[in-house]
């Protein structure tokens, strides 16, 4: 799942692939940059934006994608076979003599002038592995409205860039408390250390091939995707449920002993909402 990590690793390889070499082939298959045509020039260098893309080109130009669900950048030898799905899944080509990126089920892809960058990312508050990261605006971002449940406020990437449904999960089970505590009422001492354990996490997977928050050999995670299973502290079932308003899914996983505050029941709307596929 893209988070502030993958996109970070992503933009590693890209920025390898690219940067400092001319293309020699351009291919937007996206209508309203169809007759677009970058060949000639030369890629500056590939920067990650919490979730989001940027890809700069000589001539001012920037490429901006978001992965959100499904998207993903794939990078290709000359000689080598493109297997990142079916051919009308491809929404971006750019290559080089020696290699090809190739931007499958791209959700957002748009080309503007790399002065206009703040029109796409402008929005988004401090990013965990920018350099741009301020933990202290983080946390008064996050504080801004204390009624609002700790989930949704660290989804929110204008209050900190590069959160997502796992490290939302794995954050709050750190923290002792559920997704649906006000952020507010989160103890002052756990509050403190909010920016800092999300830094931590994010920085210590940005280079794995495999997340992992617990430290713990053949287990990655202390509750994502592991609904019903025993709790690696406690032994209680995992559960699962949805969280926000049912316009995407949301799987929100948490332990109702080792984390304390609000949660939806067994059998409530929001837990019926998210119905998981395997239960382990």
Not at 51 to 65: A, D, N, V
Not at 126 to 138: Q, R, T
Not at 184 to 208: F, H, M, S
Not at 268 to 273: D, M, T
Request: aromatic share 6%; net charge positive; hydrophobic share 35%.
């Amino acid at each position: 799942m893209p988070e502030g990590d993958t996109v970070w690793q992503t933009a590693k390889r890209l920025h390898g692939a690219l940067a400092g070499k001319v293309l020699t082939r351009s291919d937007l298959r996206v209508p309203k940059y169809a007759t677009a045509d970058l060949t000639g020039r030369a890629v500056l260098d590939v920067t990650p934006r919490g979730k989001h893309l940027l890809t700069r080109i000589e001539g001012g130009l920037t490429l901006h994608s978001h992965l959100r669900m499904d998207g993903s950048w794939k990078v290709y030898a000359a000689d080598q076979r493109w297997s990142g799905g079916p051919g009308h899944q491809i929404r971006v080509i750019l290559g080089n003599t020696d290699r090809t990126a190739v931007g499958y089920r791209l959700p957002v892809l748009e080309l503007l002038r790399t002065t206009e960058e703040d029109r796409v990312v402008g929005h988004l508050g401090p990013d965990l592995l920018g350099p741009d990261w301020n933990p202290e605006l983080a946390l008064a971002n996050l504080l801004t409205d204390p009624a609002r449940p700790l989930g949704e406020a660290l989804l929110d990437q204008r209050n900190l860039a590069g959160i997502g449904n796992v490290y939302k999960s794995e954050l709050c089970f750190l923290l002792g408390a559920t997704p649906w505590l006000p952020v507010g009422d989160l103890p002052a001492d756990r509050t403190a250390k909010l920016p800092a354990l999300a830094k931590k996490l994010l920085e210590a997977n940005r280079d794995r091939p495999i997340r992992a928050t617990t430290g713990l050999r053949g287990q990655d995670l202390f509750v994502y995707g592991r609904a019903r299973r025993p709790c690696l502290r406690c032994r209680t079932p995992i559960r699962v449920a949805d969280q926000g308003d049912g316009s995407r899914e949301r799987p929100t996983y948490w332990c109702w002993a080792c984390q304390t505050g609000p949660a939806p029941a067994p059998g409530s709307p929001a837990a019926q909402r998210f119905r998981p596929r395997t239960t382990g």
